[in-house]
């Protein structure tokens, strides 16, 4: 059966009458004919404006002001619904009770319908802020697409999220309306997020009504005919506002273009990961995190969203498989850290899951190990393993997945199309096959319109421009390869230089991780004007062999990168999107206050943070 991605190339030969024998030329060509190739994936998906752009694409050297498809109008949710089909569901739910549900098209144009009423009589209006603090569940595909059809802006919060994490986040952009859980189930517990809804409703002013979703989970499977109302809007105008994580200072709040969003999420799900209209998508997410943006935008392509809400690990590391049994998914994704955990413990029911229906497995959120994405190829063997990497910066991935091209473990694919990525030195030169830093050297359709409330866009500008005057730097460490693949080896801010010598953290991790004695690790580098220390922190299950662990990092990685110290430690920090807390550690041990670097609620295990305020006050 032919690829999404060989479609596309024929329809180029047909309509454009290009020609390209290699990936890596469509690639060139999508970059240095941008207008070309924006137009050409509207016309490809068959895209629909209400009105047509006159201008697709104008440069700017200051990419923020580079502007796309000028005057044009165009809807999110009306994209989605011109999907309206009767023979396969739009959403295949299943909570951590085990309760699965099947919801159709129609039924959740219904409930769409219902939320919309509730917002239009509680005055919410195009451009206000309508958020979310929710589990993943199918009412808040609803009301997003409820908010989204009235032109209103969509931001969420994850459940275990705390107050204070939601306030620092919600008060910056003021909503006018609050959809909540009143209570979820997470690990086979309940939690209550009742009272903190309301404290929000009283903290924050503009809020003027709150509705609990646990009073209106139940879908109708009405045969009524439904209309829905759609606003369109700018191609410019803000669908969304997502959050940076909020461990190097106060969450970013980052304001996605609706036009943008609609074509590159086409592009990415169906070009680079090969999603039908067919299939059935899923990447296990909260609401908190981008990729429930991104997977929401299978509706886009007609595909069945598939959700999982609750631990994925319980009762058993099985039960996510099982669902994705049930619910016959094509394309399951997760965290890095998920896929490593798998491997080192398979579920014992797993060879008696029917897993036939996989054709690829996405990874995201850190580096995926390579003996990780070997051993995936030995439990999958005919499905594809997709790196993706890209942020919450732009809700997409810069570097992703290409069907048509073997998979090297270890390494990400391809550069996507209309990604114009280099690998550039400290001084600014592009390198192969020599660490660099990940940038961008023209826009890109899903760069952030603006974050919210940044005046003359200071915080854009220092957040991605700072480095390198008008070119992008994203701050991941990278590697391209000689076959244009990409390493991705960590963040750049904390890669390990020692004597000149710089090399990611994922190297170290990668190196140790098969060592039975240790469960997790950390390694930061001190590298002020007082100490120049290497240390490496170890959760371990039984004593560490210190001279075992330098000799190992001695032959694997190298000898300038041997820990200076090692200390074993009870817990690693990560962040609640699964990436581990590195920077935010490295400035609790240069003596920076706690309170001032990181929030504890944006971490999915906050007290172990104390463990490294303590190490600081009695070792360093």
């Known amino acids: 059966m032919k690829t999404v991605l060989s479609k596309y190339k ?57 502007l796309w498809f000028t005057d044009s109008k165009i809807s999110y949710s009306k994209t989605v619904f011109k999907n309206d089909k009767e023979n396969t569901p739009a959403i295949k739910y299943q909570d951590e009770n085990g309760n699965y549900i099947e919801i159709s098209w129609r039924s959740l144009k219904i409930k769409t319908l219902e939320f919309q009423k509730i917002l239009i009589e509680n005055n919410v209006q195009m451009g206000d802020r309508v958020a979310g603090y929710c589990s993943n569940t199918p009412d808040v595909v609803a009301a997003f697409l409820a ?35 009143s209570e979820y189930i997470y690990n086979g517990k309940i939690f209550s997020l009742a009272s903190k809804a309301q404290k929000l409703k009283n903290s924050i002013k503009s809020i003027s009504c709150i509705l609990d979703l646990n009073t209106k989970s139940t879908f109708s499977n009405s045969l009524e005919k439904v209309k829905l109302n759609f606003k369109s809007v700018d191609f410019d105008h803000p669908i969304w506002i997502l959050f940076s994580s909020g461990t190097t ?40 995190w981008m990729m429930w943006n991104y997977s929401l935008s299978s509706l886009l392509l007609g595909s069945s969203l598939c959700i999982y809400n609750g631990s994925p690990v319980y009762p058993d590391n099985g039960v996510i498989w099982r669902f994705a049994e ?112 990940l940038v961008l050297t023209k826009p890109f359709i899903s760069m952030p319109v603006f974050f919210w409330n940044d005046d003359n866009f200071v915080k854009y500008r220092n957040s991605y421009f700072s480095k390198f005057n008008q070119i992008w730097n994203h701050g991941d460490w990278v590697t391209q390869t000689e076959n244009d693949g990409i390493i991705v080896h960590g963040r750049s801010d904390s890669t390990l230089n020692r004597s000149g010598v ?110 490294f305020v303590e190490f600081y006050k009695n070792y360093l």
């Open 10 to 66: 024929l329809f180029l030969k047909s309509n454009n009458k290009l020609n390209f024998e290699s990936y890596k030329d469509l690639h060139n060509w999508s970059v240095n004919e941008i207008a070309d190739f924006w137009d050409s994936i509207v016309k490809f998906f068959k895209i629909e404006f209400d009105n047509p752009p006159k201008i697709i694409y104008k440069f700017d050297k200051n990419f923020i002001k580079t």
């Open 147 to 181: 908010a989204n059809s009235l032109g209103a802006i969509w931001s969420t919060c994850s459940p275990d999220f705390g107050y204070d994490s939601v306030y620092d986040r919600f008060n910056q952009i003021q909503p006018k309306f609050l959809f909540y859980h």
């Open 249 to 288: 200072g106060k969450p970013k709040a980052i304001t996605h273009r609706t036009g943008g969003i609609i074509l590159e999420h086409f592009k990415a799900l169906s070009i680079h990961q090969n999603v039908c209209s067919s299939d059935s998508y899923f990447w296990y997410s909260t609401t908190g």
């Open 326 to 437: 049930k619910a016959k998914i094509n394309h399951f994704g997760h965290g890095a850290v998920f896929f490593q955990n798998l491997i080192n413990d398979v579920p014992k029911d797993l060879d008696s899951i029917d897993l036939s229906n996989l054709k690829s497995i996405g990874s995201t959120g850190s580096p995926l190990f390579k003996e990780t994405n070997i051993d995936l190829n030995k439990l999958f063997p005919n499905v594809h393993i997709i790196s993706l990497s890209g942020g919450t910066d732009v809700c997409t991935a810069f570097i992703g997945g290409n069907p048509d091209m073997k998979v090297i473990p270890g390494e990400i694919q391809c550069k996507m199309l209309g990604a114009s990525i280099e690998v550039w030195n400290d001084n600014g030169k592009k390198v192969k096959n020599e660490m660099g830093e």
């Open 502 to 611: 710089r090399i990611g953290t994922s190297e170290i991790y990668s190196a140790i991780k098969d060592l039975s004695c240790i469960e997790d690790s950390l390694i930061i580098h001190l590298d002020d004007i007082k100490k120049d220390k290497l240390i490496l922190f170890v959760k371990s299950i039984s004593e560490i062999n210190v001279d075992e662990l330098k000799s190992i990092i001695r032959q694997r990685c190298s000898p300038r990168h041997v820990p200076d110290l090692i200390y074993q430690c009870p817990d690693i920090p990560y962040t609640i999107s699964g990436k581990k807390v590195e920077v935010p550690i490295k400035k609790i041990l240069m003596g920076k206050n706690l309170n001032n670097i990181i929030s504890k609620d944006s971490l999915r295990n906050p007290l172990s943070l104390d463990w």
